[in-house]
């Protein structure tokens, strides 16, 4: 009787794999050599045919968007033979880990070619699609990736985290959470040279500060000084670490009823400052032009020399200025010399005139071998996260030329950073669902060049299709942040360390004058403090 039993088990047990692989398998006849030729590629979401993947890479996931009840997927290196067979009820393309990192390897420098087969439950023969490829290139990219998960909204910071993720697997680290910081809010995180130990938080809100991160340890610091006009904000890291630029802006929002332009986010002031980590000194930069400009996003050039940043004449005035009047503000890229050594600057130099050609220069950012620069370029304004019509640019600094990228979609592109060995681009893209802003990665080589761009993959690859918060302000990170939600609560603890002014009482004087002349209030509150 117990051998029956047994015996019957292990019939049960041999079988079931069987009936598993049948199910698996047994799709109409199963024989792929009766398929018909769909004539086209297969409609897979996210788009991931041809474009051009880092050789350490997470599985690139996808979903695929044709009738069928069961299909069959081959990724197959075309340089090794190596090959990953996946069937799917679902449509659902999911590589498992360590196949998929043997996929890649022996494909380095190569293609990965992708066939799908779909197949019915009657007796009609499988339809094959045309194959598409991955290219895998032979530069890596930066192993993990940190941005702000925030819902699309305005004044709402109700739940906001800073999130490391590694773009080598699908591993997801909070460093930051709001929930356990009086639900304070948190933006501008910036790091110096993509270093995993060496970045900066701001938080504003009841535990207030900019939370500065150097070898571990972390220090809350408030680089405002009475000239500034606002808070420190839209930072940069001087690539050796010392000096951290600012702009300091008096920011507003204004609401509108027109369905193209709901909102529209612009500055009343805006100037310049550095401030000297070492010394807990900020300084203002001036400028001997007597007319008068809005100045932000500051961006260190890669040695250091000279500091980039977006320059408009000073035309909006009152809180509430008509939409026409936003408008009429353009901002051109200038840069000005910098010598570190004595802390002084240079006089302001052209680098792109937008302002001639009635559009708005946002976000420069300078590739770190000092060859490109990108930027945002919408029709006016300083924040093009809320224009459809924003696009990426490149300017060769060595010739001047520049060029429209062609990476850009229908929707808007914005924030954008480099990898740290200068051959990869993570940019913000709203081009999913025009709604929420997903971080994309596009290949750049030598010769400025753009591969066609992927977003990031995920372990389930329809996620982005029911998600709603914006990775929002994406930057590479070289290595896995040690810092977590309750270290960055334990130093909200600490006395808040305020900046010291490096400049002279007299360049002090100009800065006030200058912020009473705007219009600012002494104890007006601007939204980034």
């Not at 030729?37 to 993947?53: H, L």
């Not at 033979?81 to 996929?103: A, D, E, H, M, T």
């Not at 071998?369 to 300083?382: E, K, R, S, V, W």
């Amino acid at each position: 009787m117990l051998s029956g039993m047994i015996l019957k088990k292990r019939f049960q047990f041999l079988f079931l794999p069987a009936i598993i692989i049948l199910a698996l398998t047994g799709c109409s006849s199963g024989d792929i050599g009766s398929a018909v030729k769909a004539g086209r590629k297969p409609v897979i979401e996210p788009d991931y045919t041809d474009v051009t993947i880092p050789p350490n890479v997470a599985p690139m996931n996808f979903c695929i968007r044709e009738d069928g009840s069961t299909f069959r997927i081959t990724a197959n290196s075309e340089s090794s033979g190596y090959q990953i067979k996946i069937n799917s009820r679902s449509g659902k393309v999911r590589f498992p880990g360590r196949s998929w990192k043997k996929l890649i390897k022996n494909s380095t420098g190569g293609k990965i070619e992708f066939r799908i087969f779909s197949f019915t439950n009657d007796n009609n023969p499988p339809q094959e699609y045309e194959p598409f490829v991955m290219n895998v290139s032979a530069d890596p990219i930066d192993p993990w990736l940190a941005y702000r998960l925030i819902f699309p909204g305005y004044y709402s910071w109700s739940n906001i985290k800073i999130v490391q993720r590694s773009i080598e697997s699908f591993e997801e680290k909070e460093i930051f959470n709001n929930q356990i910081m009086d639900k304070n809010c948190a933006n501008c995180h910036s790091f110096n040279r993509n270093r995993a130990d060496r970045f900066m938080i701001h938080i504003r809100g009841s535990l207030g500060g900019t939370y500065v991160v150097r070898d571990g340890k972390i220090s809350r610091v408030d680089p405002k000084i009475d000239a500034m006009p606002g808070g420190a904000t839209y930072p940069s890291w001087h690539p050796d670490g010392r000096f951290i630029a600012f702009s300091s802006n008096q920011v507003r929002q204004s609401f509108y009823s027109i369905p193209e332009k709901s909102i529209e986010v612009f500055d009343l002031v805006s100037s310049l400052i550095i401030y000297d980590t070492e010394t807990n000194e900020t300084i203002s930069i001036t400028d001997s032009d007597t007319t008068k400009y809005l100045q932000t996003f500051p961006s260190w050039s890669a040695d250091g020399r000279y500091l980039y940043f977006c320059r408009a004449m000073q035309k909006i005035s009152g809180d509430n200025p008509e939409l026409e009047q936003i408008k009429d503000t353009h901002y051109d890229l200038v840069r000005k010399p910098f010598n570190p050594e004595t802390r002084s600057f240079g006089a302001t130099e052209v680098v792109f005139n937008a302002s001639v050609i009635k559009k708005s220069v946002s976000f420069p950012r300078i590739s770190p071998d000092g060859m490109y620069l990108i930027f945002t370029l919408a029709d006016y304004g300083t924040f093009p996260i809320w224009h459809r019509e924003a696009d990426l640019y490149m300017i060769n600094l060595e010739n001047g030329k520049t060029d429209k990228m062609n990476i850009n979609s229908e929707e808007t592109e914005s924030y954008h950073t480099w990898s740290e060995n200068g051959k990869w681009l993570v940019f913000s893209s709203r081009r999913l669902d025009g709604r929420s802003g997903r971080p994309y990665f596009a290949h750049i080589d030598s010769s400025g060049n753009q591969a066609k761009e992927f977003v990031l993959p995920q372990k389930d690859p329809s996620l982005y299709s029911r998600m709603l918060e914006s990775f929002n302000i994406p930057e590479f990170v070289n290595g896995k942040m040690m810092v977590t939600p309750r270290d960055l609560a334990a130093a909200s603890k600490q006395a808040v360390i305020k900046a010291k002014s490096g400049n002279t009482s007299e360049t002090d004087v100009k800065e006030t004058e200058a912020k009473k002349d705007a219009g600012i209030k002494a104890n007006e509150r601007p939204i980034h403090e």
